[in-house]
């Protein structure tokens, strides 16, 4: 395969891999605060995601995916609020495992992984022009 071609594929299996990356971060931003409707139960649970590479058989490269999708295990914090309809008999609410600052600084990262695999695809197609140019002017 030509190897043009092979990086923009590469490529394009990172935009895919950051474009669930980002999404799964806006769900857990959009849920920072999404307590449970009845006393003690529980909030929403902070979603991760893992990738892995595998082989691909038809170019022999290397392509990134979503290996998983799971739940942080970490424990969520709990508030002293009696009047909250998920307030346990104690006051006490289950808020989300949800920390902003992780959240924001994924999302950046994510972004700027976006961003690179994105030029990578445009700088390809530049390489695959200016080749096809010099073909035409040769002839």
Do not use: C
Not at 56 to 64: E, I, T, V
Not at 125 to 134: A, G, M, P
């Amino acid at each position: 395969m030509d190897p043009l071609i092979l990086s923009s594929r590469i490529a394009s299996s990172g935009l895919k891999v950051q474009e669930s990356r980002l999404r799964i971060v806006s769900q857990n931003l959009a849920n920072a605060q999404s307590t449970g409707e009845t006393p003690g139960a529980d909030p929403y649970r902070r979603k991760t995601i893992s990738f892995s590479w595998e082989l691909d058989q038809a170019s022999g490269a290397a392509m990134a995916n979503v290996s998983r999708i799971g739940q942080d295990p970490v424990d969520f914090d709990v508030e002293f609020d009696p009047s909250h309809p998920a307030a346990d008999d104690k006051g006490m609410v289950k808020m989300p495992n949800v920390n902003m600052l992780i959240e924001l600084a994924d999302m950046r990262e994510a972004n700027r992984s976006y961003e690179a695999n994105l030029q990578t695809i445009k700088q390809t197609r530049e390489l695959l022009s200016l080749t096809l140019d010099l073909l035409r002017a040769s002839q």
